[in-house]
């Protein structure tokens, strides 16, 4: 089991940013990314949906590759799944809203934190109701930007669309004098800079993608999980429900372990082995 691989999830791209820190922080894990590009966005979906669909991509990654650990790199299916996957499942399951709520109770000074994030996670409350859980004094306050994931789904990162997107955005929080902002969905640090342009040098910008990483790594250690074998850097699985193309040239423009070649998955191909498993 110490020789598996480390399984990472989320609904498109935006997971590969925690993959990034994942990779980074435990160079010899090997691990397994799947991006189900196809049923995007989940933050529209209902909670149930989102749960049934982490389900099926829980169980693929443990019969294709006997993943030692799960870490739902998504906050939308960790807000709606984390609790169901970590009771039905005999791996370690790691979500990001916790890391990335202790980091912005870490990292703000006047205790008026925003959260950026799709439409569901916002209507989970989860990272208000987690932020508050760890410092009650903190004020939150929360605000869909479903619009960034289309952004970063299309590769439009620094054009004067995507920063037109990310000004109209951002407008509701540049009166709330915060000085931490969560970025609540795995998608938005592919779009940093536009955001700290936005917000200004002075708003601290918290990505739980590291914080999720760290967790990892305490988890690997704690269950005796880590890989002993100490090859740096090996090779990396990555599929994806949706094109194959867009995947690869968004990815191998934020990883730094390249070329990045995903296996395309069909939804049938998916749901049909998590029915037989």
């Not at 990472?8 to 590969?16: E, F, I, R, W």
Request: hydrophobic fraction near 40%.
């Amino acid at each position: 089991m110490q020789n598996s691989p480390i399984g990472l999830m989320d609904s498109g791209v935006g997971g590969l940013t925690v993959l990034k820190e994942v990779q980074r922080l435990l160079p010899t894990e090997k691990t397994v990314f799947l991006g189900d590009q196809a049923r995007l966005p989940y933050g529209p979906r209902d909670a149930a949906e989102v749960t049934t669909f982490t389900r099926q991509i829980a169980g693929f990654l443990q019969q294709q590759a006997n993943i030692k650990m799960l870490i739902i790199a998504c906050n939308t299916a960790t807000a709606a799944a984390l609790a169901t996957m970590q009771r039905e499942l005999t791996i370690p399951v790691v979500g990001v809203i916790a890391p990335g709520a202790r980091s912005a109770v870490q990292a703000t000074h006047n205790h008026r934190i925003g959260v950026i994030a799709t439409t569901g996670t916002v209507k989970s409350d989860q990272y208000r109701t987690t932020i508050l859980a760890k410092d009650p004094h903190n004020d939150v306050i929360s605000l869909a930007c479903q619009e960034f994931v289309t952004l970063v789904e299309q590769n439009d990162l620094n054009s004067e669309h995507a920063r037109a997107v990310v000004q109209a955005g951002l407008a509701p929080l540049l009166d709330q004098d915060i000085d931490t902002l969560v970025m609540g969905c795995t998608h938005f640090p592919l779009l940093r800079p536009l955001i700290q342009d936005v917000m200004g040098a002075g708003v601290t910008l918290v990505d739980p993608g590291t914080a999720t990483a760290k967790m990892a790594t305490s988890l690997l250690d704690y269950w005796n999980l880590a890989n002993p074998e100490g090859v740096r850097h090996p090779q990396s699985d990555y599929y994806t429900t949706g094109d194959v193309d867009r995947f690869n040239e968004l990815a191998d423009n934020w990883l730094e372990e390249t070329p990045v070649r995903a296996q395309h998955l069909s939804l049938t191909a998916l749901t049909h082995t998590t029915e037989v498993n």
